[in-house]
């Protein structure tokens, strides 16, 4: 067990719907990061955030947004759903980022999303 | 961008053999860190290499960095049923730029 908890574990929903993913980080740890994983493909990094504050964004799409809360779980929102967005989405924490040493990143188990 | 080229993307080997995957960057490297993903599962960090040519050890696996810290490699001796996964490495062009990961090597292993 990592330490950081995502929910739900699966979610099917249409096109053209909205969804919230959450996650909790381990205990202690400020950064949160975001990544997507498709069939057969790598860990795509969407954005990550520090103690509250988005600190760095990948390929995101402008229809999916984020933000951490001040107890420092965060939420990914999908909107505009299309089938190409069915996907493993991690959550992943780490220290966190003031050195090298902290950035070392603890994954939760992921939330699979398939848009029908 | 700063890209991560890992190869090969699929590898099959008989249990007992062993195994190499490499890691190329495309810029020079703050560090390399590796995880592994069992099917099914999540990415699990097995090791960071910070020095340029750091050589570390788990039991069968060994991981290396380049002299130059632009490329890595990941070797596992006699493989074993309980490597099958994919081993994705990772790095960062400094402390504070996202990770970048490669896209990772499926092992297989044939028992």
């Known amino acids: 067990d990592s330490g950081v908890t995502q929910t739900p574990k699966h979610l099917i929903t249409a096109t053209g719907q909205r969804v919230t993913l959450r996650c909790s980080p381990r205990?202690?740890?400020?950064?949160v990061y975001w990544y997507q994983q498709s069939l057969d493909q790598g860990l795509q990094f969407l954005i990550q955030?520090?103690?509250?504050?988005?600190?760095a964004k990948g390929n995101i799409l402008e229809r999916f947004s984020a933000q951490q809360f001040p107890d420092l779980h965060s939420e990914l929102n999908l909107s505009s759903l299309e089938l190409g967005d069915s996907a493993l989405y991690f959550c992943a924490s780490s220290v966190g980022p003031s050195t090298v040493a902290k950035n070392i990143q603890y994954f939760g188990a992921g939330t699979r999303l398939s848009v029908l | 961008g700063q890209q991560v080229m890992q190869i090969p993307q699929y590898q099959h080997v008989q249990e007992g053999e062993d195994f190499t995957t490499y890691c190329n960057s495309s810029t020079t490297l703050s560090n390399i860190q590796w995880y592994k993903q069992r099917p099914g599962g999540h990415p699990v960090f097995l090791i960071q290499l910070v020095k340029s040519g750091e050589v570390k050890k788990q039991k069968r696996l060994t991981f290396q960095f380049g002299e130059a810290k632009k490329n890595s490699s990941l070797h596992i001796t006699a493989t074993q049923t309980t490597d099958v996964g994919t081993y994705f490495c990772?790095?960062?062009?400094?402390?504070?730029?996202?990770?970048?990961f490669g896209k990772g090597t499926r092992l297989s292993v044939i028992a």
């Open positions: 990772a790095g960062h062009r400094s402390g504070n730029t996202p990770l970048v």
């Open positions: 955030y520090y103690n509250g504050e988005e600190r």
């Open positions: 205990s202690g740890d400020l950064s």
